[in-house]
């Protein structure tokens, strides 16, 4: 059974920087596309990052573009994010998943395995 399993959430100040692992097991990771995703409270979960199977191409939405950087390692089958100058509206639980070969980076229904999260609160 694919497990997806996020680390590295916490609480930090406005500005700060960040960096949220992804260990995946029981997937064949070095194919497969991956994205990081957020739910902030009383919101719908939104696209963070996305990354191809090979790290060739990455995807982000305009409120992330330049603080939030989405890597992988398939080697250790492991996924990141790195969160820079991060602002109180970053505050969410962040989530990775794996994407399925059709469909939006973008939309939440093109992904088929999820993580449990880790909660990344981002005050002064």
């Known amino acids: 059974q694919v497990q997806l399993v996020e680390s590295g959430g916490g609480l930090v100040q406005p500005g700060d920087s960040l960096r949220l692992s992804c260990a995946a097991s029981?997937?064949?990771?070095?194919?497969?596309?991956m994205g990081w995703f957020r739910r902030a409270p009383g919101k719908e979960r939104e696209f963070v990052a996305g990354?191809?199977?090979?790290?060739?191409?990455?995807y982000y939405p305009e409120s992330v573009r330049g603080r939030f950087t989405i890597s992988r390692d398939n080697a250790k089958e492991t996924l990141y994010l790195q969160m820079n100058s991060v602002k109180r509206e970053d505050t969410a639980v962040y989530y990775c998943?794996?994407?399925?070969?059709?469909?939006?980076?973008?939309?939440?229904?093109?992904?088929?395995?999820w993580g449990q999260g880790t909660q990344v609160t981002v005050s002064s």
């Open positions: 029981a997937l064949v990771f070095s194919n497969a596309n």
């Open positions: 990354i191809t199977w090979n790290g060739g191409n990455t």
């Open positions: 998943a794996q994407k399925q070969y059709s469909g939006s980076w973008f939309s939440s229904s093109s992904y088929a395995y």
